[in-house]
């Protein structure tokens, strides 16, 4: 059987509640908070217009990827020679092979499209310090490259699957407590070591590892023409630099931390066989905060949203000067 039992769908110690019931509950909130962003960013005016549409448009993808996460609820387990896939969203939990397939496809294509976002957010930081303004078909190709990427390497797991899982099932659910032989949860197993998954996981790998050399890069590039032209600014576009600047930092940190470090240490398998499989309880979680941390983090971090929330939420309170205005006016009459 595969073991730990947790992480088998049917068994009667299985996580697969919770970890559904836990992304329900974050995604509601993630869907919330990224839509009052998008809704903020229409609202922008002066230097953070040039950013709003940018912000909403990582906001409107952070929606996109709650969802798919929510709906398809795949959970990968890892061994030294197997992956397993479990898609454990209603739909999809006890769907054909060829539904689930699809569910793993559209997971890890908007995943990795995902991961590639803060990369291009830099990008885009790097040409607005420099030349003031960014032209949309250079924030249009970055986009389709990166759609390129993602597609093509969620498009590659449909030839690197086992094609008749079911000859796996006994190996998989043979004595597990609470699964029942004749109904059994949809799996998608990939063999490790064939050759066309070793070429499949060294271009998704290649390609993570490219984006984040590339967001390294426009990181320090938009630092160092930061440095450049930061004497030129008022006080107020210093602090304004500063915000972007933490914001996107802080958006750059998530997918660093939960796609780029477990891939890798997937890849050269250094993780003990004991281990492997207690990390997908991680890489569930991780990936499932990382849009609302990217809200909050918007919400939080740049003083004109932050106004717009407090708004929102605390009601709009009157200008002291204008306060001092009708007071003055009520005296005179």
Request: hydrophobic fraction near 45%; proline fraction near 5%.
């Amino acid at each position: 059987m595969l073991r730990p039992t947790f992480n088998i769908p049917c068994s009667t110690d299985s996580i697969h509640y919770f970890h559904n019931e836990f992304n329900y509950i974050v995604g509601a909130f993630s869907i919330f908070f990224n839509s009052l962003v998008i809704y903020f960013s229409l609202k922008q005016t002066m230097e953070l217009k040039m950013y709003a549409k940018l912000i909403g448009l990582d906001s409107f993808f952070n929606i996109c990827f709650t969802l798919t996460r929510s709906i398809v609820g795949q959970r990968p387990i890892t061994t030294p020679d197997y992956f397993y896939f479990f898609t454990v969203g209603n739909a999809f939990m006890y769907s054909s092979n060829e539904m689930q397939l699809f569910g793993v496809v559209l997971t890890y294509t908007v995943v990795y499209f995902h991961g590639g976002i803060p990369c291009i957010q830099f990008f885009y930081r790097y040409r607005a310090l420099r030349d003031g303004d960014v032209a949309v078909r250079y924030i249009g190709g970055a986009f389709a490259s990166l759609l390129t990427f993602a597609l093509t390497n969620g498009l590659t797991w449909i030839w690197v699957v086992e094609p008749e899982p079911e000859g796996f099932y006994e190996a998989i659910f043979g004595g597990v407590e609470g699964c029942n032989m004749s109904r059994l949860p949809t799996i998608t197993i990939v063999y490790k070591n064939t050759a066309f998954n070793k070429v499949h996981n060294f271009f998704g790998n290649a390609g993570l590892c490219m984006i984040f050399a590339l967001l390294l890069c426009f990181v320090f590039m938009s630092w160092k023409t930061y440095r450049e032209n930061v004497a030129k600014m008022t006080s107020k576009t210093r602090r304004f630099n500063k915000s972007v600047n933490l914001l996107f930092l802080l958006q750059a940190v998530p997918p660093f931390v939960f796609m780029l470090v477990p891939n890798l240490l997937f890849a050269i398998n250094i993780l003990p066989a004991s281990l492997m499989s207690y990390t997908t309880i991680a890489l569930g979680v991780g990936p499932a905060i990382s849009p609302l941390f990217d809200a909050l983090t918007v919400l939080l971090v740049l003083p004109s949203f932050r106004r717009r929330l407090w708004r929102t939420f605390c009601g709009k309170q009157e200008n002291s000067l204008e306060v001092t205005a009708t007071v003055a006016r009520s005296v005179t009459k």
